[in-house]
């Protein structure tokens, strides 16, 4: 599954907002109204198509989070066989996931670290 930008700024803003358990797909725009001025990162506007299901709000990580509710959201038996399919046939439904979240806060700028890795990685063939 896919996420929009819509869903996953609305996913990290209810899981800062601290919601927890399901939450119906419906429901959580009005919980967590977000605002959508200028058309998709796709360029394109795309009508807000809400499917039935729930997303699930039960992860601390922020990255975890958005990849509970990409592969099942609330339907932990959908999330469980998304998971369980085994090689090769998971590249087909999920391939390398990599969820990176960045967000600032107000006037703790000085007080950002940046990390960086100093010994160099060499590949081996």
Same mark, same amino acid.
């Given at each position: 599954? &896919? /996420?929009?930008?819509?869903?996953?700024? $609305?996913?990290?803003?209810?899981?800062?907002? #601290?919601?927890? #358990? =399901?939450?119906?797909?419906?429901?959580? *725009?009005?919980?967590?109204?977000?605002? $959508?001025?200028? *058309? &998709?990162?796709?360029?394109?506007?795309?009508?807000?198509?809400?499917? $039935?299901?729930?997303?699930?709000?039960?992860? %601390? =990580?922020? $990255? +975890?989070? /958005?990849? @509970? =509710? +990409?592969?099942?959201?609330?339907?932990?038996?959908? /999330?469980?066989?998304?998971?369980?399919?085994?090689? *090769?046939?998971? !590249? !087909?439904? @999920?391939? %390398?996931?990599?969820?990176?979240?960045?967000?600032?806060?107000?006037?703790?700028?000085?007080?950002?670290?940046? &990390?960086?890795? &100093?010994?160099?990685?060499? +590949?081996?063939?």
């Amino acid at each position: 599954m &896919t /996420l929009s930008s819509e869903e996953v700024v $609305s996913l990290v803003g209810g899981h800062l907002a #601290g919601l927890k #358990g =399901n939450v119906s797909k419906s429901d959580l *725009p009005t919980l967590v109204p977000t605002s $959508s001025g200028s *058309p &998709t990162v796709e360029g394109k506007d795309k009508k807000k198509q809400v499917d $039935s299901g729930s997303w699930a709000f039960t992860d %601390d =990580n922020i $990255s +975890a989070h /958005l990849i @509970r =509710n +990409a592969f099942g959201g609330g339907d932990e038996k959908h /999330l469980r066989k998304m998971l369980s399919i085994p090689a *090769p046939y998971s !590249r !087909r439904y @999920r391939d %390398d996931i990599t969820v990176t979240v960045v967000w600032w806060e107000e006037g703790k700028e000085e007080s950002a670290k940046v &990390t960086s890795f &100093t010994d160099k990685v060499k +590949a081996k063939l």
